[in-house]
């Protein structure tokens, strides 16, 4: 079974500084796909960026970029230029793209990082 | 907005009794999936139906039961309600079937409080 593991319960990062939430996961397969997802106090859960496994690029959205590590099995999440917004708990999350796996189709989330951000 | 409609946001009710969740998906989107959110579980995943057809399952107790119906809405029943049950259900969509391509979209939870 897929295991993500995300090791900073807390994070805390001046605005308009740079920060990176960290990301490890364990799997026997080649395809598959990373998420990093934000819940803020709203509860609702974003997505915020993804990666495909079959891709080298990491992905980047505006100040969210990933670092993908593939063989490290490692998935980072740099947020640059933090603003107050930004304050919320960060799941990173995994789902299997085998078909026929019985994993297929659910995404596995981390424990989370609670993200501060101070004015 | 997501997209993804839950009803009720927010539930109390007392243990050894039954709640129904509900779960409407966005526009087009076949396959839904619950999750629950708990403290000290974190985000677990219970059980996802494609097309009114249940294709996957996690940690679901026995106690819960859940379907998707034709115009592709899905409920999420809790019998016999504990007071560990206490968590946020949310429920997810996404367009794919056959093969996962995208993410998947979220309702703003449902809190349920057993007291």
């Known amino acids: 079974a897929q295991t993500v593991t995300q090791s900073q319960p807390e994070m805390s990062v001046q605005e308009a500084e740079t920060v990176t939430l960290s990301c490890t996961y364990d799997?026997?397969?080649?395809?598959?796909?990373l998420f990093w997802y934000k819940q803020p106090p709203s509860r609702q859960m974003i997505l915020v960026i993804r990666q495909e496994a079959y891709k080298q690029q990491n992905a980047t959205e505006n100040r969210f970029s990933v670092n993908f590590q593939k063989a490290a099995k490692s998935f980072s999440l740099k947020i640059s230029d933090s603003q107050l917004g930004d304050a919320a708990m960060y799941f990173c999350a995994y789902r299997s793209a085998d078909a026929g796996g019985t994993s297929y189709g659910k995404l596995t989330f981390g424990q989370g990082t609670i993200l501060t951000v101070h004015p | 907005d997501s997209g993804v409609t839950q009803t009720p946001k927010h539930l109390i009710t007392a243990t050894g009794q039954r709640v129904t969740l509900r779960c409407s998906p966005r526009s087009g989107d076949l396959s839904v999936y619950w999750y629950q959110q708990s403290l000290d579980q974190g985000l677990q995943f219970l059980i996802q139906y494609y097309n009114g057809e249940e294709r996957a399952k996690g940690n679901i107790l026995e106690r819960f039961s859940a379907q998707q119906f034709p115009d592709l809405h899905s409920e999420l029943n809790l019998s016999s309600l504990e007071l560990g049950d206490s968590a946020l259900y949310f429920c997810?969509?996404?367009?794919?079937?056959?093969?996962?391509?995208?993410?998947?979209?979220f309702g703003e939870g449902s809190r349920l409080t057993v007291l």
């Open positions: 799997t026997s397969e080649s395809d598959y796909y």
């Open positions: 997810a969509s996404s367009v794919e079937g056959l093969l996962p391509t995208g993410e998947l979209f």
